[in-house]
């Protein structure tokens, strides 16, 4: 809870405000009520257009402005909707560009601006309404509509709210039947109902929205905060800005594929009186990132969606402390719950936990990456890998294992990114586990996985073949390296080199293979120690000894066809037999040992007991 809150009987009280969450919402809800109950109109039996004047005479009830209610203003004499509250008030230049409304009620279809208009303020005071009945307002680039006082404008029945600049206040701008708010910039929230869309609007201030209406593509900013009851947050991007002001979902709302942040330190977005759209307690937002706290209650929250890499620095939880969430404090259903939440990470990008969360549910992560630095970050509960993977902060090298449930049949990730991991803990489950990131991961235990083993970077650190579990180890960038006493011969568990290359270091241990290496890839020989190739082998791609000896145990033990670069620290043995290679470079390292066919260049180096047709 923020240390600036109280909490009282009726929920915890906002310190800016003096209300408490619950009559904060039911403030919002009342609002959203009583303007709809003044939306109550008759079917019009024929439209009524009218054009605003070049020249108009007839001055409107604010000073400096013209009366749009005024028939002395329009062309034919009448204005739009005085009679019929339907047709559409055409603007093209003028002189009077400022326009307030004299009647306490305006309905009409909408505002028509012509290619090259002026650009036009309209002013709503005092108690005054205006409602645009189907077109909403098209066209224009620069018009703009302003509120005085309590104003209200409604958008009603599939009407747009175009390009304007809308400047409303508190609970002053309504979207009804299928509205959208269009690109409008609107500065002072508004209120969405009956399947209306906030569309690629741009909303300060905050929005509620009810009754199956969305988000849509909307950029909205918190400052009254945000609330949604039975419907979907869309695509929209949601920043919470306020500290002790909420971004709220209830009934069977979700968060759909939209980014809720939280961009100042006590910002709270809360899922948890919310059962979601099919009343199964599962939930979902594209991303979640910021400061503050989440709170999800007893739901499944399914984040990633729409493929960003997030940084959720705040404390994810099921309910705080146990009474701060919106499930806490108030009754919502026998399907809302405070306690037992859990996470879902989806989407190609990565999600970075770095607090101590306190979510019970557990943690699946199915596409992309978590980032963590402590286990503490997952919160309680087991961590399911099912296509996708952690990722170790930099300088982080906690063992993991003991949290992790079976690995599910996509697989599991793990991205050591620079660091040394070691797991200490068995690794089960039917699906195969692939190491990124530079670094060592090191396998001190029998594993029992199923699903292979790929090594996309970095190195595998291991003591025994019963290490990786059942299944080929493809090495497609990355590499093995044996534990330090360790001469097992992996070779027959090696699936053919992928088109990165492979890499093998002996770590001062002396290793043969009995098997042949395939392959597009390349061999690296790195390490101290010897790795011999006891038969013939017939991978295409280059060979290349960083470090220690790569000997040939057999006549053309190495790829004929592979280019071959021996460097500074690293030895090509030919194994005293005839060994045919297409070129070796050496480049500051040795040769030795036998007889070659194939060309020889050198930038440096020693050449040892050589024979044969060398070039």
Not at 76 to 84: E, I, Q, R
Not at 498 to 507: A, L, R
Not at 531 to 542: E, P, Q
Not at 557 to 565: G, N, V
Request: hydrophobic share 35%; glycine share 18%; aromatic share 8%.
């Amino acid at each position: 809870m923020d240390k600036r809150e109280s909490k009282g009987a009726w929920g915890v009280t906002d310190w800016r405000t003096g209300l408490t969450r619950r009559a904060w919402r039911s403030l919002i809800s009342i609002g959203g009520c009583l303007l709809i109950a003044t939306l109550v109109w008759s079917a019009p039996a024929a439209a009524q257009d009218a054009s605003w004047l070049a020249t108009p005479t007839v001055g409107g009830p604010l000073a400096g402005t013209f009366d749009f209610n005024a028939n002395a203003n329009w062309n034919p004499g009448t204005a739009p909707g005085s009679a019929t509250q339907t047709g559409t008030a055409t603007f093209g230049v003028s002189t009077g560009t400022s326009i307030s409304f004299s009647s306490a009620s305006t309905t009409l279809g909408g505002f028509t601006f012509s290619p090259g208009a002026s650009s036009y303020t309209f002013t709503i005071s005092g108690a005054n309404q205006v409602t645009l009945n189907g077109a909403g307002i098209i066209g224009g680039t620069a018009s703009s509509i302003s509120f005085a006082n309590a104003g209200v404008l409604t958008f009603a029945n599939t009407a747009t709210a175009g390009n304007a600049m809308i400047n409303a206040g508190n609970n002053s701008l309504t979207f009804l039947n299928n509205s959208t708010a269009g690109s409008a910039t609107i500065n002072g929230g508004a209120i969405f109902h009956d399947n209306s869309t906030a569309d690629h609007a741009t909303i300060n201030n905050g929005a509620s929205f009810f009754d199956s209406s969305t988000a849509g593509n909307a950029t909205i900013n918190g400052g009254a905060g945000f609330a949604c009851n039975g419907c979907t947050a869309g695509n929209a991007t949601i920043t919470n800005d306020s500290s002790g002001i909420e971004t709220f979902f209830e009934g069977t709302s979700t968060a759909g594929n939209a980014r809720l942040i939280n961009s100042v330190p006590f910002a709270r977005t809360d899922l948890s009186a919310s059962t979601g759209l099919n009343n199964d307690n599962k939930l979902s937002a594209g991303s979640i990132e910021g400061g503050g706290n989440f709170y999800i209650g007893g739901n499944q929250l399914t984040v990633g969606g729409n493929n960003l890499s997030t940084t959720v620095s705040g404390v994810i939880s099921d309910c705080g402390g146990g009474s701060d969430c919106l499930a806490s404090i108030a009754t919502f259903g026998p399907n809302v719950k405070s306690s037992g939440g859990s996470l879902v990470k989806t989407g190609s990008g990565t999600l970075t936990l770095s607090a101590a969360n306190n979510y019970t549910g557990g943690t699946t992560i199915n596409a992309g990456l978590i980032n963590f630095n402590s286990a503490a970050n997952f919160g309680t509960g087991q961590i399911t890998l099912n296509g996708g993977g952690l990722q170790w902060a930099t300088g982080t090298t906690t063992d993991i294992s003991s949290s992790l449930a079976p690995i599910g049949g996509n697989g599991g990730t793990f991205d050591t990114n620079s660091s040394s991991v070691s797991f200490r803990t068995a690794l089960t489950g039917s699906g195969g586990v692939t190491k990124t990131g530079l670094g060592t991961l090191t396998f001190f235990v029998a594993n029992s996985y199923m699903g292979g083993t790929t090594v996309n970077a970095g190195m595998i650190n291991f003591n025994s073949a019963a290490n990786f579990g059942t299944g080929q180890i493809t090495l497609n960038g990355g590499g093995l390296q044996w534990a330090t006493g360790t001469t097992t011969d992996i070779s027959s568990r090696l699936a053919a080199i992928g088109g990165n290359g492979g890499n093998f270091d002996t770590n001062s241990n002396n290793v043969s293979f009995g098997t042949a290496l395939t392959g597009s890839g390349s061999i690296t020989k790195t390490g101290f120690g010897t790795l011999t190739f006891s038969v013939a082998n017939s991978y295409t791609g280059a060979t290349i000894v960083n470090g220690g000896t790569l000997k040939g145990g057999v006549a053309n033990a190495f790829s004929a066809a592979s280019a071959t670069t021996i460097n500074n620290g690293g030895t090509l043995d030919l194994g005293g037999v005839a060994q045919t290679i297409n070129s070796v470079a050496l480049a500051g390292g040795t040769l030795q040992n036998g007889t070659l066919t194939g060309a020889v260049s050198s930038t440096g180096g020693a050449v040892n007991g050589l024979g044969g047709t060398a070039g």
